[in-house]
């Protein structure tokens, strides 16, 4: 029979098992640290590529909205709320007039009915696709031929019936192509050419959906998307687009939006990297009062591996195998438990927040998982770092006296 | 010789008057000696052990076993020492309670760097000092006599040459302290040099030799046995 040598991890591992309750608790205190590094991580980098995401999907640097909507605007974009608001379709030219403007692409937004697709009212938006930059250059699959009347382009998080279709408004309209994830709004928004927009607000309306009084599709728009003509100012083209609309209109500053945005995750960041700092501060001292008096009480067991022959190291290393034993144990635990609730709840927290929400790729999902594990497995032997130092200095006689 | 100890001294301070612990002793021992020192408590038994198993460092003096002398080595070379020529067993019980017999018998061999597997000889061990079928036992399944022989066992494991113990029989019942001292003389009787710090004066019929360690001094007994 193989015999099992009495290695510096063994004896750690044997030690460990002798005082379960002590061990599960000093493993719960790194598994809480762990779990408050690694989720707060992953949200922290998810709301981070939340905004990065907005932030190059919105790809227009002026929005026009009719006057006191620029919050409905936010909402549909950041959060996919189901809201609608129109304005004259001069505006359109009035916009596409100024010199500054390079590009000025119209939108037209509706909402869908609560029970038909999705379980909720989502947003249907019109884009026009002669000079649409904003929804195209997103798509995950071409589509070669074109987006056809009658067919929709979804959102990463609109879920199709069984024969590729969404219904709205009792008709069901077939799904062409389907969005990069962002984190945002547009995953659970639709969109569609203006023709196919025609007929959905016909049937909305036949239907009973009125979206507003006195709105006719052919004379409104909802939004305006804006590129500015290269060579001139951000400035320069609010001024002129504000004097071109007679200051009728609300224009959105998508970078200032987005700066809002950011800005409010910025103190979200703040608190969660304080509270992970807090942690590992509180971790680590707790850890280091557990070890010190853990070393006090087995001062007998300490002076016994000296008689017996261990050396200094030997000792300082049987200590500090422990602490790591423990640490890794609580990190991984930790980490375990934390996964299990940022990865399958990405979607319900995002929607707590109320930010954009884009889970990390697997590269840097990888790179926090290493950054925690390294963080919480370090945390037991710099704790116990101290006591190790401590009793294998100390001279063994007066050791083993003092633990008897 | 196995064992020389040439005007060992240990001096600590109470309050602020210096006094000798151990005060300039000096014995030897050979292979198969089976030394007893006796003395009242506090009279510096267990510093002379400790300075002799270089767990303290004397404040003069010198002791060399087995021609090595253990002033000025460093932690590696004293624990080796430690580890392969001196077995010692301190008083009270210090046997692990999270290894089983056999482990705890096993120890010391994994705290120096060795070939080969230490089962056999741990084994060998335990059916000399009687309690082989409780090798895989779990020390609180023990009685006290057991546990000693279990620390007479592992101070054996990877030393043969001095077995040092300190009160090898303090708690124990007279039967089992019989028993014991019969185990210690026997391994004696196989060379191995052994000193024991006691203070029953009948065990000390059982060696060849008895001191007295009276306030740190180390004198022949006169007492007749």
């Known amino acids: ?404 | 010789m196995v064992l020389e100890v040439k005007g060992l001294c240990k001096e600590y301070m109470r309050g602020s008057q210096p006094f000798y612990a151990v005060d300039h002793v000096d014995f030897s021992m050979d292979k198969g000696d089976f030394v007893s020192i006796i003395g009242r408590s506090g009279s510096g038994k267990s510093t002379m052990l400790n300075l002799i198993a270089g767990l303290l460092d004397p404040t003069e003096g010198t002791v060399t076993i087995s021609g090595q002398c253990l002033s000025g080595l460093d932690d590696e070379a004293l624990s080796a020492v430690r580890n392969t020529v001196l077995g010692y067993v301190p008083q009270g019980q210090t046997i692990l309670s999270n290894l089983n017999v056999l482990d705890n018998v096993r120890l010391p061999f994994y705290f120096s760097k060795r070939e080969g597997t230490s089962t056999a000889r741990a084994m060998e061990l335990l059916e000399q000092v009687g309690i082989g079928h409780l090798a895989e036992s779990l020390p609180k399944e023990l009685s006290g006599g057991e546990l000693r022989r279990v620390s007479i066992a592992r101070a054996l494991m990877c030393s043969h040459e001095l077995l040092v113990l300190d009160e090898p029989t303090g708690d124990l019942d007279p039967e089992t302290t019989a028993e014991i001292m019969e185990l210690l003389k026997s391994i004696a009787e196989q060379g191995t040099a052994v000193l024991m710090v006691t203070h029953e004066l009948d065990t000390t019929t059982y060696g060849n030799r008895t001191y007295v360690m009276d306030r740190g001094r180390l004198t022949p007994s006169k007492i007749a046995l």
């Open chain 1, 1 to 404: 029979m193989q015999e099992k040598a009495l290695s510096t991890h063994r004896l750690s591992l044997l030690n460990l098992q002798r005082k379960p309750f002590r061990t599960w608790a000093l493993i719960a205190v790194v598994a809480v640290l762990s779990f408050v590094l690694f989720g707060g991580s992953v949200m922290t980098m998810s709301m981070e590529n939340g905004i990065a995401g907005l932030e190059d999907r919105l790809g227009a640097d002026i929005v026009v909205v009719p006057e006191g909507y620029d919050q409905d605007f936010e909402g549909v974009m950041i959060q996919g709320e189901p809201l609608y608001f129109f304005m004259d379709k001069a505006v359109l030219e009035q916009v596409r007039s100024c010199e500054a403007v390079e590009v000025a692409s119209p939108q037209f937004y509706l909402a869908s009915l609560n029970a038909e697709c999705c379980g909720s009212s989502v947003p249907i938006i019109g884009f026009e696709p002669e000079t649409d930059f904003t929804v195209q250059p997103w798509i995950v699959e071409q589509y070669s031929k074109g987006l056809k009347h009658g067919e929709i382009i979804v959102g990463d998080d609109i879920i199709a019936e069984e024969d590729g279709t969404v219904l709205f408004f009792g008709k069901n309209y077939k799904i062409a192509s389907r969005l990069q994830r962002t984190g945002s709004g547009v995953d659970v928004s639709c969109y569609a050419t203006m023709d196919t927009i025609a007929d959905l607000y016909v049937d909305a309306k036949e239907k009973g959906a009125y979206f507003m009084e006195g709105v006719t599709y052919e004379n409104s728009i909802s939004s305006v998307m804006v590129k500015v003509k290269e060579g001139y100012t951000l400035n320069q083209a609010l001024v002129q687009i504000r004097k071109a609309t007679e200051g009728k209109v609300e224009i959105v500053q998508t970078q200032s939006m987005i700066n809002s945005v950011g800005g409010s995750l910025g103190g979200v960041l703040s608190y969660l990297y304080v509270i992970a700092g807090v942690f590992w501060v509180l971790a680590l001292i707790l850890l280091t009062i557990v070890f010190s008096v853990t070393a006090n009480e087995r001062k007998k067991e300490f002076a016994l591996f000296r008689i017996l022959g261990a050396t200094r190291k030997r000792l300082s290393s049987l200590i500090l195998t422990e602490a790591f034993y423990i640490s890794l144990g609580g990190a991984l635990l930790g980490i375990g438990l934390a996964a299990m609730i940022v990865f399958p709840f990405s979607t319900y927290i995002g929607d707590q927040m109320g930010i954009p929400y884009l889970l990390p790729d697997m590269g840097q999902i990888l790179l926090i998982l290493l950054g925690s594990l390294v963080l919480s497995a370090i945390v037991g032997p710099l704790a116990s770092a101290h006591s190790a130092h401590k009793i294998s200095q100390a001279e063994t006689y007066h050791t083993m006296r003092e633990g008897e």
